[in-house]
C-alpha cells in the first residue's frame, strides 16, 4: 500500500520537513537534506546586502524538493502577505509557510493575523501552510479560509523541548481533515517518531538537524524515526493499562503445586 | 539623488535604472528580488524603471530558515 501524502496536489514522499536555518555552511546543509531524503524544504526571505558574497542557497537544495518560503519577521498578516508574494517572485513556487510573529521571547505565533494572512493568501493561489498554536477553533477557520495543512507547534522554535503540546495537536489530528504538522521545538527523532505516532502527517524540524554535532547523522536518526512513528500508527499501536499483562502463557508452570 | 535601499539612505550620483542600480552594488541579479516602492518589479522590466528622488527600494533573496 502506498502511503502518500498529498498537499497541494503534490504527492510527498517523505514525511519529515526539513528547515535550512542555523547550519554552518550550505554544503553541509546539502548532505543533510540529502541524507534526511527530504521532500520539503523551508528557507527564510532577507534583504540582501550590497556586495553579498554568500551563494545561492538553492543551488543547494536538492532539485526535486518542494521550496517553502517562510514569512519569517512579519509582525502582521499584511507584511506575512508581502513576504509570501516576493517569495513568490523569486521563483521559489506557490508554498508558503506563514510565520507572523510578535513576541521574541518565545517566538510564539499569532493565529489571528495568521488567520488573516492565510485568508488572502489562499485566494492568491498559494498552497498556505500556517504556522501556529494548537488550537482547535482556529485550525477549523484555517481549514475554511484554505489551508493546505495547519502547523501547529511542538513547543517553541529552537527550544529542542519535544512536544510539549501533545494533548492539543491529538484533538487537531482528530478533529482536522487537513494534513497535522508538527513544527518547531522538535529536538530528538523520538519527538518527531512520537508525533508521527500520534498520527501528524508530517513534522517539520531544522534546530536539532542544523546544530547537532553531526547534522548528517542526526538528519538521517529523524529520517528513520519520523518512518518508524509512521509505520507504527498505521498498524495501530494499542492502549497502554495501569495494570500488567503477562505475555507467556499462565499454565505449565515447572512448579510442586498443581497449576 | 537621495533614495532608499533596504532600509538605508543612499545617495545616487546619477541618473539610474533598476537593472543599473543592481549591478552598480555588485548584487547577483539572478537571485534576488526587487521591490520598487511597494511593487514587485519583474527581473526584464528592471531595465525600464528609471530612479526617482525619494524612492524606496527593497531586495531580497533567499537564506537559511526554519
Redesign the interface.
Known amino acids: 500500500m502506498k502511503d502518500l501524502l498529498i498537499i497541494g496536489g503534490r504527492a510527498i514522499n517523505n514525511r519529515l520537513f526539513v528547515?535550512?536555518?542555523?547550519?554552518s555552511d550550505f554544503r553541509l546543509?546539502k548532505d543533510a537534506l540529502e541524507k534526511a531524503a527530504a521532500d520539503v524544504v523551508?528557507?527564510?526571505?532577507?534583504?540582501?546586502d550590497?556586495?553579498?558574497k554568500?551563494d545561492?542557497?538553492?543551488d543547494y537544495i536538492p532539485r526535486h524538493c518542494v521550496?517553502m518560503?517562510?514569512t519569517?519577521g512579519a509582525r502582521n498578516a499584511d507584511e506575512a502577505v508581502?513576504i509570501a508574494?516576493?517569495?513568490r517572485?523569486?521563483g521559489?513556487g506557490d508554498w508558503i509557510k506563514i510565520e507572523v510573529i510578535q513576541d521574541n521571547k518565545y517566538l510564539l505565533p499569532d493565529n489571528l493575523e495568521t488567520l488573516k494572512a492565510t485568508e488572502v493568501l489562499a485566494k492568491e493561489g498559494f498552497i498556505v501552510l500556517p504556522y501556529m498554536s494548537p488550537d482547535l477553533s482556529i485550525a477549523k477557520r484555517l481549514v475554511s479560509a484554505g489551508a493546505s495543512a495547519v502547523m501547529p507547534l511542538g513547543s517553541p522554535?529552537?527550544s529542542n523541548r519535544g512536544v510539549k503540546t501533545k494533548e492539543l495537536v491529538e484533538i487537531m489530528v482528530s478533529e482536522i481533515k487537513i494534513p497535522v504538522i508538527v513544527d518547531?521545538g522538535l529536538g530528538s527523532p523520538s519527538s518527531a517518531c512520537e508525533c508521527m505516532e500520534m498520527g501528524c502527517a508530517a513534522v517539520?524540524v531544522?534546530?536539532a538537524i542544523?546544530i547537532a554535532e553531526d547534522p548528517v547523522n542526526m538528519a538521517w536518526a529523524f529520517k528513520d524515526a519520523v518512518s518508524a512513528g509512521r509505520r507504527a500508527y498505521l498498524a495501530g499501536l494499542t492502549c497502554g493499562g495501569n495494570f500488567a499483562s503477562p505475555s507467556s502463557p499462565l499454565t505449565g508452570f515447572l512448579r510442586k503445586e498443581d497449576n | 539623488m537621495i533614495i532608499r535601499i533596504n532600509g538605508q539612505e543612499v545617495e545616487i550620483e546619477r541618473d539610474l535604472n533598476l537593472l543599473e542600480l543592481v549591478l552598480s552594488k555588485k548584487l547577483p541579479a539572478e537571485s534576488v528580488v526587487l521591490e520598487h516602492n511597494l511593487c514587485i518589479v519583474p527581473k526584464d522590466e528592471w531595465e525600464n524603471v528609471p530612479l526617482r528622488e525619494n524612492d524606496h527600494i527593497e531586495i531580497v533573496s533567499f537564506v537559511g530558515g526554519g
Open positions: 528547515g535550512t536555518g542555523k547550519f546543509m523551508t528557507v527564510a526571505l532577507r534583504r540582501v550590497a556586495g553579498s554568500t545561492n542557497i538553492l521550496v518560503p517562510n519569517s508581502r508574494r516576493l517569495a517572485a523569486s521559489a522554535i529552537g518547531a517539520l531544522n534546530t542544523a
